[in-house]
């Protein structure tokens, strides 16, 4: 029996796409806490930018449920606003961007407006928010998500947020000149581009599912990555750091 949640896998796997050094433009939920576990372990200088106006040098004193909690803004390295912060991707300083969304296709295009087709809209959803800025502008993208077929589709009803577009060429094509996904973590597995079309592949499976299992529950005929591997476990010094970071719990 595992000693670790299956959240407490997917923080930590998050956490682990954060290098030292880059400025990370965190998003909500699980990336809050995983940029608090990378600053703790293996990215000590790591700079976390969230999108209400907050970047740090070190994770929050107190637990965070949402990026604008009074504990992010104290003891902050910079509060300031949604214009400046937003100017950073801009001028193409963020290194890497996390999002979620409601579903995402085999080019890593996400989309987070509604379910359905233009005349037959059947889910209405929440919108972009800084989705799309962060998709388009950082130079590595990161998503996480749960893996289910109807979330992990062939196409998105609608590009939010885009990734490789259609493949091969897709963000040159739209004018994007950077970035792309690098990595989606699900509760079952971290997919990752590979190839000439930048499609995702199985990179990586989780402790306890099978290859077999996470192709059953992809939406598009998912393909195996050359050397996909077992994602590690997560290690002592990871989840002291998860616990210190999420010292009530909420997230794991």
């Known amino acids: 029996m595992a000693d670790y949640s299956t959240q407490e896998l997917m923080i930590i796997a998050a956490a682990r796409e954060i290098r030292d050094g880059e400025l990370v433009f965190v998003g909500?939920?699980?990336?809050?806490?995983?940029?608090g576990v990378a600053r703790l372990t293996h990215a000590p200088n790591a700079v976390g930018m969230f999108e209400g106006g907050v970047t740090r040098?070190?994770?929050?004193?107190?637990?965070?449920?949402?990026?604008?909690?009074?504990?992010?803004?104290r003891n902050a390295a910079w509060t300031t606003g949604l214009i400046q912060v937003m100017g950073h991707l801009q001028a193409g300083r963020v290194d890497a961007g996390f999002i979620g969304g409601a579903?995402?296709?085999k080019w890593g295009n996400i989309n987070t407006s509604y379910i359905g087709g233009h005349e037959d809209v059947q889910v209405k959803l929440p919108g972009s928010g800084g989705a799309a800025d962060i998709a388009a502008m950082s130079r590595r993208l990161i998503a996480i998500m749960n893996h289910e077929k109807r979330r992990l589709v062939e196409r998105v009803s609608y590009i939010t947020s885009p990734g490789y577009?259609?493949?091969?060429?897709?963000?040159?094509?739209?004018?994007?000149?950077?970035?792309?996904p690098a990595a989606v973590i699900t509760d079952k597995?971290?997919?990752?581009p590979h190839g000439p079309q930048n499609e995702l592949h199985l990179s990586s499976v989780h402790p306890g599912?099978?290859?077999?299992?996470?192709?059953?529950?992809?939406g598009w005929e998912l393909k195996t990555a050359p050397g996909m591997s077992e994602t590690p476990a997560p290690g002592e010094t990871e989840m002291t750091?998860?616990?210190?970071?999420?010292?009530e719990g909420f997230w794991r």
């Open 209 to 218: 599912h099978t290859a077999d299992e996470v192709i059953e529950n992809t």
């Open 165 to 180: 577009i259609d493949g091969e060429g897709g963000r040159a094509e739209a004018g994007i000149a950077v970035g792309g």
């Open 57 to 73: 040098y070190a994770p929050a004193e107190e637990t965070l449920y949402t990026m604008c909690d009074p504990a992010n803004q």
């Open 103 to 105: 579903e995402i296709d």
């Open 189 to 192: 597995a971290v997919l990752r």
């Open 241 to 247: 750091a998860l616990h210190q970071v999420d010292r």
């Open 28 to 35: 909500m939920r699980l990336p809050i806490t995983a940029y």
